[in-house]
């Protein structure tokens, strides 16, 4: 079997599918945990109560647990639980999305009015009236370069080949199997994980992932202020006079040594850019409308970004991801499509995306993630 690309994804497709005993080969065109993915930026936010569909607290929860494994073998902190809290008018859709999860899966969210928001967490002192806060004990900080990299220890430990340096040109799936063309000389396999994030659609035409440049920021306190991810956990919330757009931003308090991560939300529809060709420099004005909800939200950080990076997310049309096969005969699965919010499930994800490739019934019911649910995208080529 063969995995193509050792992203978030697949360096966990390969170690869950060495773990089982598959003799496998894991192939990315760069080193892992580099930065020219989606996978860069040092954090990303857990979340168990997830906003964006109810049956992706369980997939949440699983990948803690795998999480948790790969520091037993790594010896790495890669999930830090700071708990988070969700903030927006009710009715909104991080309200009621975060509400919709928790009720279904019976999780611990604790609802807090304004005032208790800003007793609680002062940070967050500055409000809309009629806000409310949805806390999430379980929420945090995991962190993507090192999870990668232990992932692909792990597999290699259990077994498995990587190849890295090297570029799959192309997956030509047959009645056979399936041929995975390199230059330096093809592979022949009886099946293979594609998870090669935003380049996904360039070998399997059938994923309708749009690759879209993104700049991540970073903030620095105020001269004096605390604004460690203690006094500011994990966050999701409105900017205060903008509740009745649909405008949030995300993001955690400085971890030690390190800044204040925010972000604007990720609202398309998206322009695709070439994943081989993102332009990694920053434009005049591209940062002014993070700089302003920075400054209309927290009055403890400097409001002009201190530090900032270029990341590709992958968007699917409805914003949740694909895991599966893409194939009727199972030659190909796929797993992405990110839509900005699949590194806290990426553990779980690679491990589903093993199952589906040796056949074995998934933890958890995953047919909203089903990459066929785009079946009638797909452009005919009949007639
Ligand atoms: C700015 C930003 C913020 C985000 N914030 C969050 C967050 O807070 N919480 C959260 O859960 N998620 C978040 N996400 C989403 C999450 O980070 C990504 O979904 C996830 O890391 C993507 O993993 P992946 O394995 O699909 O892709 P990647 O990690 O990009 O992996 C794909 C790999 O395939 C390789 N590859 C591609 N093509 C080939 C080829 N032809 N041959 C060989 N190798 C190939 C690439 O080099 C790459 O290593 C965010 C995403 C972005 C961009």
């Not at 930065?35 to 997830?50: E, I, M, N, P, Y």
């Not at 890295?164 to 099946?191: C, F, N, Y």
């Not at 895991?323 to 994800?349: I, N, Q, W, Y």
Request: glycine residues 12%; negative net charge; charged residues 25%.
């Amino acid at each position: 079997m063969a995995v193509v690309g050792l992203g978030a994804i697949g360096s966990s497709a390969l170690w869950q599918l060495a773990a089982r005993g598959v003799d496998v080969v894991g192939v990315e065109q760069h080193e892992p945990g580099h930065d020219q993915g989606g996978s860069t930026g040092r954090t990303r936010l857990f979340r168990v109560a997830c906003l964006e569909h109810p049956g992706l607290a369980p997939i949440a929860r699983r990948s803690r647990e795998l999480f948790r494994e790969l520091e037993a073998s790594s010896g790495e902190e890669l999930l830090l639980e700071s708990g988070g809290i969700m903030i927006g008018q009710p009715g909104s859709r991080i309200i009621e999305g975060t509400l919709a999860t928790a009720r279904e899966h019976g999780l611990p969210v604790e609802r807090l009015d304004d005032a208790e928001v800003a007793r609680r967490l002062p940070a967050h002192a500055v409000l809309d009236e009629g806000d409310v806060g949805l806390w999430d004990p379980e929420a945090g900080v995991a962190r993507p370069e090192a999870t990668i990299v232990a992932a692909v220890e792990a597999a290699r430990a259990a077994g498995a080949r990587v190849r890295t340096g090297e570029r799959v040109l192309a997956i030509e799936p047959d009645d056979e199997g399936v041929t995975v063309r390199l230059a330096s000389g093809d592979l022949r396999v009886a099946r293979v994980v594609v998870a090669a994030g935003p380049w996904i659609a360039q070998l399997v035409p059938s994923a309708p992932v749009v690759p879209h440049r993104v700049v991540q920021t970073w903030f620095r306190p105020k001269e004096g202020r605390d604004a460690g991810i203690e006094r500011l956990p994990v966050f999701i919330r409105s900017v205060p006079g903008l509740a009745g757009e649909p405008r949030w931003i995300w993001g955690h308090g400085a971890l030690p040594g390190d800044l204040v991560k925010v972000g604007g939300e990720f609202d398309g529809p998206f322009d695709p850019d070439d994943p081989d060709a993102i332009d990694r420099g920053l434009h005049v004005g591209e940062t002014d409308d993070i700089r302003d909800q920075v400054a209309a939200t927290f009055p403890d950080l400097e409001p002009e970004p201190a530090a900032w990076t270029t990341c590709i997310m992958a968007h699917t049309p409805d914003g949740q991801f694909l895991v599966g096969r893409a194939d009727a005969a199972g030659r190909v699965v796929v797993a992405g499509g990110c839509s900005g919010h699949s590194f806290k499930h990426a553990p779980a994800l690679g491990e589903l995306a093993a199952q589906a490739a040796v056949g074995e019934s998934p933890a958890t019911d995953v047919a909203f993630l089903d990459p066929r649910r785009f079946e009638h995208l797909v452009p005919s080529t009949a007639g």
